[in-house]
């Protein structure tokens, strides 16, 4: 809901309401109906904003967001925190589908109280896709499964809702609350640059007159479509008209993005946002794996803490 200043009522919602009517009529870029809906909130003397916003707006486009998640010590707080970002996110569902062989009590319980609409799956990973111990994080193409049920689930469940984005958002990442709200209207594909990723300070598309003239990266950078997973979002229509793309498992490194983004559009078509591609909306902040020295020898010593405290 919204969080209104003392004396507000629900009229401010109706008022909002039609007020994103009327942006929708006029020929304004992603950046300016931005910038006009900011401005006519503190008009109203809005200060947050939260899933009250799709009541006053059914015409807003529903961002699908799409979670690959596995089992790990810092899986429940990297849900937790991305969750609470969620939470500000109105007309956002949110499918979390999980590294394994059933849905497991922890992020099902975990999902029942987190206040976001959800929908929950489990597909394992299949063996010969999995890093080994000591391996490279990139080694192999991570979450593909999870990523390529969320796509099946969208497209077998929204035959008569074809107004939305689907965005793939890891559990671990870090996101500007204004990323939505540009995605929310990408026509094809919207793409912006990512925080802190592939030995960089940032990655992505570098941009003039409004249109991809090039990318900034330094593997492959002569990649066709260099794009990264957290740098771009999709028209629903565009996932719904195109039924046999999926997410290759079998690509090489760098190249999983553009197995669907690939098939899907061309450089031309790109839109976008984020100031043009001037500003970091997200950030890959891959959470460290805690040490668990003293848990593990208090196990030895048979003095284990107690295992149904859901950490």
Known sequence: MFLLDSGRSRDDVVRISQMLKKLEKRELSLQEREEEIIKK???LGIRKINSLFEEGSDEMPTIYFITP??????QKADLTRLSQTLLHV??????VVEDSDKKTDLVSHFLESCGVSYTHFAVRTPKQLITKE????WLKARGVEQRNLGLRWIRQNLKDDMKGVVYFGDDDNTYD????EQMRYTKKISVWPVGLVGGLKWEGPIC????????????EPGRP???????FAINVKLIMDNPEVEMDPMAKRGYLESSVVGRLATREDFEPLANDCKQILVWHTQTAEPKMK????LKRMGRESDPSMEV
């Open 90 to 95: 109105p007309k956002l569902h949110w499918i």
């Open 208 to 219: 003039k007159d409004g249109s991809v003239v090039r990318f900034y990266t330094m593997w």
């Open 41 to 43: 909130l503190k008009i």
């Open 69 to 74: 998640t596995y089992k790990r010590h810092t």
């Open 294 to 297: 003293q848990e593990d020898k």
């Open 134 to 137: 000591g391996d490279p994080r």
């Open 225 to 231: 479509m260099p794009v990264d997973m957290a740098g």
């Open 177 to 180: 609350l204004r990323i939505f």
